[in-house]
């Protein structure tokens, strides 16, 4: 591998909340209807799964608009999080998102990284709250003693 920039991919069924900076190659297995937030942005939440697994994207404005079922897509530098207690990935304006190829992909349903996992967003929560004390205690110049 030595001499090539690709980047890692990351199976699905690896991800856990809070993950940055990732890599994957999904098919889209299923594209949600689109919601439209307050700022008249459209988002649509997207099935997408590889051979580990299962999980949902959210997907805004023009990409979910030219999205189909069926394409293969290559995702850099995405994040994980947690929304109404799923597990979802999403997409960065720094990150590549592009169509790959459509529908010669071995792909697997199971495990559903989405399921709804209450616990899961409680730790994942828990430890936001606990990076974001960290991150205000350094700036405020706090925790070290003297």
């Known amino acids: 591998m030595a001499g090539t920039n690709s980047p ?17 190659t999904f098919i889209v297995i299923e594209i949600g209807r689109p919601t439209t937030t307050k700022e008249s942005q459209e988002v649509r939440t997207v099935k997408v799964a590889d051979r580990s697994g ?5 997907l805004w ?8 079922s ?6 850099s530098r995405g994040y994980s999080g947690m929304f109404k ?8 304006k720094f990150g590549e998102f ?3 190829g459509e529908f010669c992909m071995i792909f697997s349903e199971t495990p559903n990284m989405s399921e709804p996992n209450a ?13 974001k004390a960290e991150i205000a205690a350094r700036k405020s110049g706090g925790g070290r003693g003297g």
Do not use: W
């Open 8 to 24: 890692v991919m990351m199976p699905i069924k690896d991800l856990k909340p809070g993950m940055n900076n990732l890599n994957l």
């Open 54 to 58: 299962m999980v949902n994207l959210s």
């Open 61 to 68: 404005n023009e990409p979910g608009k030219v999205l189909l």
């Open 70 to 75: 069926g394409d293969i897509v290559r995702m």
């Open 85 to 92: 207690n799923c597990m979802t990935i999403y997409t960065t």
């Open 98 to 100: 592009v169509k790959i």
């Open 119 to 131: 616990e899961l967003a409680a730790q994942y929560e828990k430890e936001e709250v606990e990076r």
